[in-house]
């Protein structure tokens, strides 16, 4: 069954970025009171269908009610995600243009309700229950308000067509008729399915346009920037060098390339596997739309004006890089960070996004691990190209290189920020890691390959001292052991510029956790698995506080499903530590610190420790258990509890796991 019908294939105030974006952005905040879609909980509409129903329900309750109970799951999901945004300068944009082109279906415009999707991926998608989301992606793609319009038709298309519930009554009768469909004819079926609804909601989404004052020409023009979002939003040919900070200097000749490929306009593209038909089929049905039209008229690009859309684009923007760099795409962080310095001229905002991209990518080159975080120089075509060139073929020590003397420049003028210490302190132990060569003898002129970066390593800080001190770090770091990271070597109590006192029977006793689930995942899933997931979380969530009770855990319980309306501060802290939580992820598969001191006294809580607990029911086999504390200064997991084997999740078996966990600490 296919929840999002999503038009894609596959935000502050407006004076704060007419100039430019502070310092400490640290992205778009949610305000006012929390909507109601964010508070009810799954196990309220579940009480709610089974109510309505009563005690005799007829088949087609019977199968209005599955077919509930299997979106209101997914949908909560998505909801508990951490990316919706509200009462934001973008979502409140995003109704009004919504309000526009819907102006002539005002029932239509009743059963939906628009918010920012905090993602970097320029999307939009609408769920069965009239939820339509828009990306920060996407918005900083956009070139005009019609764009937008048609956007939010076709997203309504898809609630006004039903085409959520068609698709469920579909795979129904088809898994009636022929139950032993092998997994590739049912992907082609689905397939298929999804390709025609797309066109059906182009088709509506051109109906609606016309009936509002927007110019026909958005639809088209939409369609176009979603096929270019594959490359990033900026669009800046490199001059120079993409990773100064203050002190210039030349790359190495034969690390740069100038490729001159335009973005792909190749609209007609092979299809076969993807959810939405290619661009050419979608803009060829668009102007046949034309043709046939005798009435044409002249719409507007704007009504609410040129300027607001512009303040709209330039936050998400600034968003989308942010979020970039909190999800690890590092590469396409640093070259969008890199475009927006032409607009904002010597931002200390953008150049610390620049120096934690680069710190990471170097990181990554250490272990091997680019993949991670830049895209192949092949895999996008366009002006990004040349800087993706550079950081592929860049070797280790020019990539440290160009990090560490980005981290010192910036340091020149925050010589006592701790998080720019911990990054100089970290590349300084990849050069005595990983170089193979002292770095004042790797990088001097006398070294042909490294002529160019000489510049770059002249007038950084003598490490010396500190890689004589840090010898056995060096030989952990080799031998991929990041616990020294943490515990042995720092026995002496320095660590990242503060005092680190790491006990960990003291220190567990403070632990943030996150909103526990329970999901379900893999094949044939049926509405007892569902059920069942929703009966594990609501038994935990009811003797949590009593379990930590007992065992001496003073823990900071921070849940989707205890929020009222008024609590827009935990709203946003929750959203935040989810983002903190996928930032992790990367800097613990590269085993290496994610360098962030004193995160949790900026956040205001009581401790670094986050607490994810995770379970996952599986109906074709064995269950999953996840219980795992993150360092939110180092990203790193220092404790984890994975059981998977043999293993049947019940409510109680979820909750006795849980305890019995929590009290082991």
């Not at 799954?42 to 209005?64: A, C, F, M, T, V």
């Not at 999804?194 to 088209?220: R, T, V």
């Not at 150049?351 to 680069?358: C, E, G, M, S, T």
């Not at 609590?567 to 598969?589: C, G, P, S």
Request: aromatic share 12%; net charge negative; with cysteine.
């Amino acid at each position: 069954m296919r929840l999002l019908q999503s038009l894609c294939f596959s935000a502050l105030c407006f004076g704060l970025f007419a100039q430019s974006p502070s310092a400490d952005y640290s992205g778009i905040k949610s305000s006012g009171p929390i909507p109601e879609d964010l508070l009810r909980s799954y196990d309220e509409k579940y009480r709610e269908l089974i109510n309505k129903h009563g005690n005799d329900p007829d088949e087609s309750d019977l199968i209005n009610e599955d077919y509930w109970i299997t979106q209101n799951h997914e949908i909560e999901a998505l909801l508990h995600s951490g990316k919706f945004s509200f009462g934001d300068i973008s979502t409140e944009y995003i109704n009004a243009v919504a309000d526009k082109v819907l102006s002539n279906r005002p029932e239509l415009r009743g059963k939906l309700r628009f918010y920012l999707y905090r993602s970097p991926e320029a999307n939009a998608f609408c769920v069965s229950d009239g939820i339509i989301g828009v990306s920060s992606g996407l918005l900083a793609n956009l070139n005009s308000e019609a764009e937008l319009a048609f956007v939010l038709a076709h997203e309504a298309s898809h609630m006004a067509l039903n085409h959520s519930f068609d698709s469920y009554l579909d795979q129904l009768e088809r898994k009636q008729l022929d139950d032993n469909l092998s997994s590739d004819e049912i992907a082609e079926y689905y397939i298929e399915r999804s390709q025609k609804q797309e066109l059906e909601s182009d088709s509506l989404a051109w109906i609606i346009l016309k009936e509002s004052p927007y110019m026909l020409e958005g639809a088209p023009n939409a369609l176009k920037v979603l096929f270019e979002s594959y490359h990033p939003f900026g669009r800046a040919k490199l001059e120079g060098n993409p990773f100064v900070i203050k002190t210039n200097y030349a790359l190495p000749a034969d690390k740069t390339r100038s490729f001159e490929n335009e973005i792909s306009n190749n609209f007609n593209y092979l299809d076969e596997g993807h959810s939405h038909p290619n661009i050419d089929l979608r803009l060829t049905k668009l102007a046949s739309f034309l043709s046939d039209d005798s009435e044409l008229k002249l719409g507007k690009a704007f009504l609410l004006g040129e300027e607001k859309f512009k303040e709209v684009k330039a936050i998400n923007q600034v968003e989308t890089v942010y979020l970039e760099m909190m999800s690890a795409n590092y590469a396409y962080a640093l070259y969008n960070a890199y475009c927006l310095e032409k607009k904002y001229p010597n931002n200390e905002f953008l150049q610390r996004i620049k120096v934690r991209a680069l710190y990471a990518l170097a990181l990554a080159k250490a272990r091997q691990q680019m993949y991670r975080c830049s895209p192949s120089p092949g895999d996008v075509v366009g002006p990004a190209q040349d800087l993706f060139y550079i950081l592929r073929h860049s070797n280790r020590e020019e990539l440290f290189t160009y990090a560490l003397r980005a981290v010192e420049d910036l340091l020149e003028q925050k010589p006592q920020d701790e998080q720019l210490l911990a990054y100089q302190k970290n590349i300084w132990r990849l050069f005595s890691a990983f170089s193979e060569k002292d770095p004042e003898v790797a990088f001097s002129a006398k070294m042909p390959y490294t002529n160019q970066v000489f510049a770059a390593y002249s007038g950084l800080s003598n490490y010396k001292a500190f890689v004589q001190k840090d010898v056995r770090y060096r030989d952990s770091i080799r031998n991929y052991m990041p616990e020294f990271l943490d515990e042995r070597y720092l026995s002496s109590g320095e660590y990242y510029g503060y005092k680190l006192n790491f006990d960990r029977k003291v220190s567990m006793k403070n632990l943030i956790i996150l909103n526990p689930s329970v999901i379900v995942a893999g094949q044939n899933i049926d509405t007892y698995d569902r059920l069942n997931s929703l009966d594990c979380e609501k038994m935990l969530f009811e003797d949590l506080n009593q379990i930590l009770q007992k065992s001496y855990v003073k823990g900071q319980s921070l849940i989707f499903d205890d929020l009222n309306s008024e609590d827009i501060e935990t709203y946003n802290l929750i959203t935040e530590l989810k983002m903190l939580e996928r930032e992790a992820r990367f800097f613990w598969n590269i085993d290496f610190s994610s360098a962030h001191p004193g995160i949790h006294q900026s956040l205001n809580l009581k401790s670094p420790y986050l607490l994810n607990i995770r379970g996952t029911i599986r109906h074709s086999s064995s269950d999953y258990f996840y219980f795992g504390i993150t360092d939110l200064r180092t990203g790193q997991i220092i404790y984890q509890v994975v059981e998977d084997e043999g293993k049947t999740l019940t409510p109680r078996e979820f909750k006795t796991a849980v305890k019995f966990e929590i009290e082991n600490l």
